[in-house]
């Protein structure tokens, strides 16, 4: 008896080992980059010649954020960003919000075609439509309003919305931003899960569907607000595709501005980036740092809340 607990006790140590030793493998694959990173982005860059230097550095220096936060002109960049992620966030969560809850509630001639339809949205690369959406944002017109004002005073009118917040607040507001059709797939779940007797209580008592879905449903979809909303913030705010195509060459974000960092570099400290590619690998990497920071920030203040949302929701 004894030797079959102790058979048993041992096999249970074992797997637990195995477990953990498996844990802590891809915990280090996922950690590396960062913490390579971090190790290169303090390094004084004597160091990056020293070969007994790899991962803790014998000098340390600041030198290499100083001249990426400048080259990348960090804070106009990052409040750049913040203007597109917080701005088409709260659009995608209303136009979302408004579409999900038709979907679910409501009956319509072909309702599952333009279902299909915003599905297929999340389907089809940006790269494949890109052309006729730079048109559309370089020669806004508006339901054809703008060219027929133009036939009827002689004056070709168009508005150029290139380099403009608006390119990307616009398809928010109706629906068709980044990932729009997941957010709408997510509201139009939720709402169906919700019982159909809050709405019928709201009727009883004398409100009208859009009191009833902004004093009742919409409160009650919080966790689809908070979802879809970092949903939003976060692929906006790393979106590098739409960003360097619609915003031209005035204004960048962070991704933009760090895609590019190697070259400013090359225009702040002269030619060392081609010459002296270890001497400018401190820069580079504090770039990195620096472009990443408010995402892991924003992941520090709203892990629980995103993680509480999904789970509630039962997203995966």
């Not at 140590?13 to 694959?29: E, G, M, P, S, V």
């Not at 999340?122 to 054809?144: D, E, S």
């Not at 009118?157 to 059709?181: K, T």
């Amino acid at each position: 008896m004894g030797t079959i607990v102790y058979k048993l006790k041992s096999g249970k140590w074992f797997w637990t080992i195995c477990k953990y030793a498996i844990l802590i493998l891809l915990a280090y694959q996922l950690l590396y980059p960062v913490l390579y990173m971090v190790s290169a982005s303090i390094k004084d860059p004597l160091d990056t010649y020293d070969p007994s230097v790899i991962w803790i550095p014998k000098h340390l220096s600041s030198v290499g954020f100083m001249d990426a936060f400048r080259s990348m002109k960090y804070m106009q960049a990052l409040l750049g960003s913040f203007q597109i992620g917080l701005g088409c966030a709260v659009l995608d969560v209303v136009s979302s919000a408004l579409a999900g809850y038709g979907f679910a509630r409501y009956q319509f001639p072909f309702k599952n075609v333009f279902f299909v339809c915003v599905i297929l949205t999340l389907m089809v690369p940006t790269q494949t439509i890109i052309l006729p959406y730079y048109l559309n944002m370089r020669y806004f017109n508006p339901a054809g309003i703008l060219g027929l004002i133009g036939k009827i005073t002689g004056r070709e009118l168009s508005v150029n919305l290139v380099g403009s917040n608006m390119a990307f607040y616009i398809p928010s507001a109706l629906g068709a931003g980044i990932r729009s059709g997941l957010y709408i797939y997510i509201f139009k779940q939720f709402f169906e899960g919700m019982s159909s007797a809050l709405e019928e209580s709201a009727y009883v008592d004398g409100s009208g569907p859009l009191r009833t879905f902004l004093y009742i449903m919409l409160p009650n979809a919080k966790n689809a607000v908070v979802t879809v909303f970092l949903f939003s913030f976060v692929w906006h705010f790393n979106d590098y595709y739409l960003s360097k195509q619609l915003l031209g060459t005035t204004r960048r974000t962070l991704i933009v501005a760090l895609s590019s960092l190697r070259v400013d570099l090359a225009a702040l400290i002269g030619g060392q980036t081609t010459t002296d590619p270890l001497r400018i690998q401190t820069r580079i990497q504090a770039g990195c740092l620096l472009t990443i920071l408010p995402m892991f920030l924003l992941y520090m203040v709203a892990q629980r809340k995103l993680a509480d949302s999904i789970e509630h929701m039962g997203i995966k």
